[in-house]
DNA sequence: GCTTTTTGGCTATCAGCATTAGCTAGAGCC
DNA sequence: GGCTCTAGCTAATGCTGATAGCCAAAAAGC
């Protein structure tokens, strides 16, 4: 029995590359066994089951959501930092669709390496629209907002939530202007709630 | 043997339960037939197994969503619409997240009846906009646009995307005044596209 | 009301999965 | 070269979905 030469770091990686290819619920550990050419039982001498693999696969995930929001943005503010954010972003949900998939599974509470990676890509967001002057007591509000509007798009269109066959750019694209116009103009968005 | 009186309605619907009481990853046709005292093979007498199940409680799910839809726009138009329609669509998720989880799965597209069904919370959402005078070959773009703001902060909660304290109904409150300004001015918007 | 048919329940069984226990051989260290 | 550590292995357990085939309860026909 020649040595496979894992480590967690290649298990990780490779069930990725697994979720990228096959879509995150074909993340087995018989798969991934098979894939890497090793007994299933062999895996745990690397990771401490499926649900740690899960979410070795999503902190991979975050922090490479997060540098590539970080590679978009640096050098601009205000609404070409938010284009470019939303691009990156949408961008890296459909280069590492599993990845993506992989995020949506909250970390537990207790996890607190698995909070701070997933801050990462939250971070950049926050500074993204702090060049947009919206006051401290808006900002959580607005992150919310904003990350609401870029994750709903891709998750839809990632899910086949978008059936037309309107150009799914086109429709990014305004729902990108809409948030730019929102958080330029977002004193007057505030001022609003509560009207109806 | 006394029989347990089930039928494919009752055993969706006691599924459609499970899944709000548990989780949608709770759903299982073990589970499903202890809780309704049934030996588990005898749910395919009813089912054609649990990939049937999980679409029957999205199919349940999606209808009830467009009614919940419908009922809170019945009789309101333009902003006032949009605003009852968007507290409806995020209560309907709260109350029922495991119907609304089950949403998530992409209908086969061989399958007509979930493809209609599907179509029911989109036309509500569609007519709401018609209200704010958007031109035809904006109204596509407009609704992605809002079903991913609607669906990405639902979604997001769900998940426990939100943890820092401050209120998420005021979060979900901007986020839908934006979408409000958003539409009411929407030429504005369309006409920014591409200045980044 | 009795018989016949239909059908909704059952047990038995199988295959695939995650997981644990315990063994073994390869790689590095003295 | 021998020791130790560890990354691989096989075997076995218990869970899941699923199929096959049996049997009794309900329904239908007369």
């Known amino acids: 029995m020649p040595r496979a030469g894992l480590t967690p770091r290649v298990v990780a990686e490779e069930a990725a590359r697994l979720c990228d290819e096959e879509g995150f619920d ?6 991934l066994a098979k894939r890497v ?3 299933a039982p062999s895996l745990y001498k690397h990771v401490d089951g499926l649900t740690a693999l899960r979410r070795d ?4 995930g975050m922090a490479e959501l997060a540098e590539a929001l970080r590679g978009a943005t640096v050098g601009r503010s205000g609404a070409p930092a938010l284009r470019a954010a939303a691009d990156a972003y949408r961008g890296y949900a459909r280069a590492h669709p599993g990845r993506y998939a992989a995020l949506q599974q909250a970390p537990r509470p207790d996890d607190e390496e698995a909070q701070r990676v997933a801050a990462g890509p939250v971070s950049v967001l926050a500074a993204v629209l702090r060049g947009f002057g919206i006051g401290d007591d808006q900002a959580v509000h607005a992150i919310r907002a904003l ?4 994750h709903g798009f891709v998750h839809l269109e990632a899910n086949g939530g978008f ?3 309107e150009d799914l750019d086109e429709s990014y694209g305004l729902l990108v202007e809409g948030f730019v116009r929102a958080f330029e103009g ?3 968005v505030a001022a609003r709630t509560g009207d109806g």
């Open 186 to 188: 977002w004193a007057d």
């Open 147 to 150: 990350r609401s509007g870029l």
């Open 26 to 31: 074909a993340l087995t550990l018989a798969s």
């Open 163 to 165: 059936r037309l066959p």
């Open 57 to 60: 696969v999503a902190l991979l």
């Open 37 to 39: 050419g090793v007994a």
